[in-house]
């Protein structure tokens, strides 16, 4: 029997990959992101269909069955990138978040597009270490006691007649004891390797780079370095690399933020070149290719998921090249937010902002009260700075908040030991500057 929504929504880190279905995990979703339904949905069933194609045994069949790249649309602030990384957390998939402005067409200064896969390629490689890492765990646990005992009694005579269960029994006891032991460390590199000795290295499964070290540290942060030890020994860099490539090529998400920065007005005289060109550079990556490493691994990035964003204000989707907008399948627009969504984003969230400031507080003993007029002041401020000034989203709610809070924050051994109420009459007093400003702003020439 599947798990009900409301403990989906709960833990979501527990979940049984089938038992994301597109419903749960827009629920899961609407925890933590208000609003933008449409977006959560259609990443929602990105997310399953993924699942759904590794269910099909026809390998054929599965073979041709590609992602359904996306093009989110919408104002900065409004959840574009919040909903991809929620996303990705959910499966602890590879993801990165780049700006496409960043990036220039291949013999022009700056970085080319398969900079990205290398990126994700790198997340990757975290991820599939602590997995291996999580697997062997027990392992190297032993190992590295074993080293840390053998250690103590070769360098501590009184504990000679210690044995390895009896050490493992008593380690919080001896834990202000030092010992010496041989750790081995990464140098920083003076230049770079070539390609083929990095292919070499990775197909004999060794770091060349790694150098022994002797290290005294006490008894119980030298088991930790040992730990670490008996990984490197545990697990090569093959075993790695392999996980990594599959966890890239299977689950990895590139979210390309900005894309209408480099997308010029058909209309506009001034087109821009480099642009058109990282437009048609980032073509082969989402339609699928291979890409090179630097350690020698290819990625094919047929089925890894690339998600679009940009606000497209002075461009049209239109103006994209056509080839690029049939890579993108999927569009969902974003509206942009108003002064109810910021009084939700305020207190319906999981950890939401009124909860963060809090918990901050109440490190320095101070209880923080907020009125239900207080955050309705707080979302109408937040409103109308973004309306009358430049519309920067939800993201502007820190600033509001900032500026509320700054006596308090700033002050806080003054209100040690205090309740501290946050009303509509103290957000006026602290946001009345900044919204004076912005109306004074208008009348500038």
Known sequence: M???????????????????????????????IVGQQDAKRAMAVSLRNRWRRRQIEDTGLQKDIVPKNILMIGPTGVGK??????????????????????????????????????????????????????????????????????????????????????????????KGVSVTIDVSVQPAEKSPKGMQTQTMDVLLGVDRRRIKQSVTKPLL??????????????????????????????????????????????????????????????????????????????????????????????????????????????????SALKEDEFRRILVEPKFNLIEQQRALLKAENISLVFTECGITAIAKATSTVNTNAQNIGARRLHAIIERVLDEYSFNCDKFEGQTVEIDQSKVDEATKALIKNIDLAKYLL
């Open 2 to 32: 599947r798990r009900s929504l409301f403990k989906l929504c709960i833990a979501p880190a527990a979940i049984a990959e089938g038992e994301l279905t597109p419903r749960a995990i827009v629920g899961i979703l609407d925890h933590h």
């Open 81 to 174: 990138t919040e909903i991809a990384r929620r996303m990705a957390k959910l499966t602890d998939s590879p993801f990165i978040k780049v700006e496409a402005t960043k990036y220039t067409e291949v013999g022009f200064k700056g970085k080319d597009v398969d900079s990205i896969i290398e990126d994700l390629y790198t997340n990757a490689k975290t991820k599939a270490r602590r997995k291996l890492e999580r697997e062997r765990d027990d392992e190297a646990q032993k190992m590295a006691q074993d080293t840390v005992f053998t250690a103590l009694v070769h360098q501590h005579p009184s504990h000679n007649a210690l044995k390895l269960d009896e050490f493992v029994a008593s380690m919080e006891q001896l």
């Open 221 to 334: 942060e030298a088991v930790k370095l040992a730990k670490q030890e008996a990984f490197h020994k545990l697990i090569d860099e093959n075993q790695v690399n392999t996980a990594a490539k599959s966890l890239t090529e299977e689950e990895g998400i590139v979210f390309i933020d900005e894309i209408d920065k480099v997308v010029s007005d058909q209309s506009s005289a001034s087109a821009d070149v480099s642009s058109l060109g990282v437009q048609q550079d980032l073509l082969p990556l989402i339609e699928g290719s291979n890409v090179s490493m630097k350690d020698g691994t290819t990625i094919a990035t047929d089925n890894i998921l690339f998600i679009c964003s940009g606000a497209f204000h002075v461009a049209k989707t239109s103006d994209m090249i056509a080839e690029l907008q049939g890579r993108l399948p999927v569009r969902v627009e974003l």
